[in-house]
């Protein structure tokens, strides 16, 4: 079966920082682009960032660029997101997911219409 755990939320004062996982099972991710979005309450999904695990390629949504990283550990199967300097509009559940093959050509996946898989979210919190 496939999987997607995400875990690592919380809450946490303004300034400070989380390090959000994502596990896949049931799959490995030779070929696949994994996708971090998240969904305030009242508001659409949106996408945070996103990598390819075929060439380790990013890309940020411009509201988390310089503050939030996103890794690969291809041996673990798992995704991070570093999240630093966070402020209260960070404050969403966080959704990890995945779809394969990565796309290329320089194109990523940043709807939510474009994955397949998905984590069932974490809560992130941030009080000002």
């Known amino acids: 079966e496939v999987q997607l755990v995400e875990s690592g939320g919380g809450l946490v004062q303004a300034g400070g920082s989380l390090r959000l996982s994502c596990a896949a099972s049931?799959?490995?991710?030779?070929?696949?682009?994994i996708g971090w979005f998240r969904q305030a309450p009242g508001k659409e999904r949106e996408g945070v960032s996103c990598?390819?695990?075929?060439?380790?390629?990013?890309r940020y949504a411009d509201s988390v660029k310089g503050r939030f990283t996103i890794s690969i550990d291809n041996a673990k199967n798992t995704v991070y997101l570093q999240m630093n300097s966070l402020e209260p509009e960070d404050t969403a559940v966080y959704y990890c997911?995945?779809?394969?093959?990565?796309?290329?050509?320089?194109?990523?996946?940043?709807?939510?219409?474009?994955?397949?898989?998905w984590g069932q979210g974490t809560q992130v919190t941030v009080s000002s």
């Open positions: 049931g799959f490995t991710f030779d070929d696949y682009a």
């Open positions: 997911a995945a779809v394969s093959p990565a796309p290329v050509g320089g194109y990523y996946y940043t709807r939510t219409d474009e994955y397949d898989y």
């Open positions: 990598i390819s695990s075929v060439d380790g390629t990013t």
